[in-house]
């Protein structure tokens, strides 16, 4: 599976100005993908404002991407504001290219940010089938609980979207490779460049782990679209080889 991740800068709560920049990237790439990748709240960058931006599973943001999958016969992932029955989620929202839409909503909120307060956190793990592949979907303060990305359900992909500072960048690193080597998967974290209105520098480092913690690709500061080839093939005989998540704890999360 071919897949391309967009690393990019965020206009602050401004869904019109964000659409038209990645939008203007995305139609004007002459590769082909599976999968295109963009971070989290690529709508807004990480407000705690969800009022000034929220949007419906039917509005101009949905409208767009389903109408760009369907173009580009490709599926179109990343998380946005939504409202729904009075509540405010980051959801991370996946759009196949038939237009049809799978999503998961944040379940760690990022306390420190006032996240918990702003927004409701999501309740379920979820894993979506594309392409014969099992995706596991996360956003960003996810990836600091590996107990709920823990594969016990023998997915092929571990998907984080973030807008992760600077301050905190090694240990984006060493997350995202320690996730794939726990889970035996290919692991992608698609983090966002750029300054936000809260004067917090996002340095990108967007990056690519196999399945035995290998860096497939690291997009450093660099604004723009990478892309990254995934053998799951290779995967499979490799777990067959290694087959650590035999030997796998049984846990129920509450």
């Known amino acids: ?17 964000n659409r038209k920049f990645i939008q203007d990237y995305f139609l004007n790439e002459d590769e082909s993908f599976d999968l295109f990748i963009l971070p989290e709240m690529f709508t807004s960058g990480f407000t705690m404002h969800p009022q000034n931006i929220a949007e419906s599973m039917d509005g101009p943001t949905m409208t767009w991407l389903k109408e760009l999958a369907m173009q580009k016969k490709c599926a179109i992932t990343g998380s946005l504001v939504i409202k729904e029955n009075d509540k405010f989620y980051n959801r991370l929202v996946f759009v196949f290219p038939s237009g049809e839409v799978a999503y998961y909503n944040k379940r760690h909120l990022f306390a420190l940010a006032g996240e918990d307060k702003a927004y409701t956190k999501g309740e379920d793990k979820v894993i979506v089938k594309y392409n014969n592949w099992n995706i596991c979907l996360q956003i960003c303060y996810d990836l600091r609980f590996p107990v709920f990305a823990r594969n016990v359900e023998n997915y092929d992909l571990l998907l984080y979207v973030a807008n992760w500072p600077k301050p905190r960048i090694n240990a ?7 996730r794939a080597i726990e889970n035996m998967c290919y692991t992608i974290g698609v983090n966002r460049i750029g300054e936000d209105a809260n004067g917090l520098d996002y340095p990108g480092y967007s990056k690519v782990f196999d399945f035995m913690g290998n860096e497939q690709l690291d997009c450093q500061n660099e604004l723009g679209i990478f892309y990254c080839e995934l053998d799951k093939k290779t995967q499979i005989s490799t777990r067959e080889q290694f087959n650590f998540l035999k030997d796998k704890d049984q846990f129920k999360l509450l």
């Open 172 to 178: 984006w690193d060493a997350l995202l490779k320690a």
């Open 1 to 17: 599976m071919k897949i391309a991740l967009f690393q990019t800068k965020l206009a602050w709560e401004n869904p019109v100005v």
